[in-house]
């Protein structure tokens, strides 16, 4: 039997990262607070030297002075990035919380994007220590 590329379909990821969550969370289940953990690791891995995880009411917001999604641009949202500098089978976390958060927001200098969700919470930029904000609500969809 020959196949031919447009045989081939492309797996819904969201979908798929909902059918796996116990892959992907120590508990087996979804947990913000780990989540931001796993963002605010990525961003020390990529660069950023100052990190820090703050809570805005139902949302959790990692900001960093240094930008560490720009070279990824807008696949991180929506993909299996590969993360190799974190090591062999790392991925960028990003993609899980838009399958397991009810909203997901980031902003940089040049404005805040709404990825997932209704209105952000407000992404606060200060200065030369902030040059990327990734939120995502603590709740599932």
């Known amino acids: 039997m020959t196949y031919h590329p447009d045989d081939i379909t492309r ?3 969201v979908d798929y990262l909902r059918r796996h ?3 992907f ?4 289940a979804y947990d913000a607070v780990e989540l931001a953990g796993m ?3 990525e961003a020390l891995v990529l660069g950023a030297q100052n990190v820090r995880v703050q ?3 139902d949302w959790l917001v990692v900001v960093a002075d240094r930008d560490w999604l720009e070279p990824y641009g807008q696949e991180v949202f929506h993909s299996l990035t ?3 500098e974190a090591g062999v089978n790392s991925m960028l976390a990003e993609v899980l919380a838009v399958a397991y958060s009810a909203g997901v927001a980031t902003a940089t200098s040049v404005g805040t994007e709404v990825i997932k969700g209704g209105t952000p919470p407000p992404l606060r930029l200060s200065g030369q220590d902030s040059v990327r904000a990734f939120a995502f609500r603590r709740r599932r969809e």
Do not use: N
């Open 39 to 41: 963002i605010a690791t």
């Open 21 to 23: 969550e116990r892959r």
């Open 55 to 57: 809570c805005e009411g």
């Open 82 to 84: 590969p993360l190799p």
């Open 11 to 13: 797996p819904d990821v």
């Open 25 to 28: 969370f120590r508990s087996g």
